[in-house]
């Protein structure tokens, strides 16, 4: 199976490129951006050193499915999408946060909460929760958008002593954020799954915020199955879930959390392709809807074929 790891394009009008940990992002003339959600895939801040195939058609077409379903909610920066891999929008000013909400005590917040710690990012913790409870309310834990290495924690009051967004912003973000995670649960839900935490990012366009980048997607979420969550929880037992965490699992079984001094591991070509079938399971779960491979026979000539077509229209 084919996989894209890096991309070179150069389309009409176009006036600067951006390599994200996964997606590339072309930005042209009149405000608009081609993002190529590639098939590279991080942890712990870190671009492993291979790639998924299919996983950026995966990553693409479920964040092109949410968008859709919340732009009633919160308007967003999507146009088309006018390939398996490519969505084309409004470029925004991003706000320099990403806003983490969590429903359950899982990943970082359970990390740093066997560390002892009860507040995460200014919001205090319960006592006496185990890993993968269910917090009474979620809890919104934002962090700093690193450009490179590893995003922050932050508080919501630091946010705005600091300026990163104003308190105005701020609170309206805060609200998104509510709304959306609610939307989020209640679409998985109807899928016998749990959305567990998220993350969304924002940013402004003409004074108006708009919703950005991928959400309620595998990299950027993590899915609990909901059949057995409160017969495993009682028993302590690991939850059934469909996220990227483990990769960060087989990482950590491996020796490497992302820290001075590790070697990032090569992934075994096994392993490569059973994070291809779980990126496709969980397209298939939380989509409802069946997965087609996209022709992958020269993918590069097919995303820049698509992009032409659909630039010549827009």
Known sequence: MKAVKDTTFNFPGQQAVYNGKVRDVYTLENDFLVIVASDRISAFDHILHEAIPY??????????????ATSDIVPNWLIDTPDPMVAVGHKCEPFKIEMV??????????????????????VDMPEGMIENDKFPTPIITPATKAEEGHDEDISREEIIDQAIVSEEDYKQLEAYTYALFERGTQMAADKGLILVDTKYEFGKKDGKIYLIDEIHTPDSSRYFYADGYSERQAKGEKQKQLSKEFVREWLIANEFQGLEAQTLPNMPEDFVNSVTERYIELFEKISGESFIKADNSDIEKRIETNVLNCLANV
């Open 55 to 68: 996983k950026g058609q995966v990553l693409n077409q479920l964040a092109a499915i949410f968008l859709k």
């Open 101 to 122: 909400i969590r429903g359950y005590m899982s990943g970082h917040a359970a990390r740093e909460y066997k560390a002892g710690r009860r507040v995460l990012c200014g």
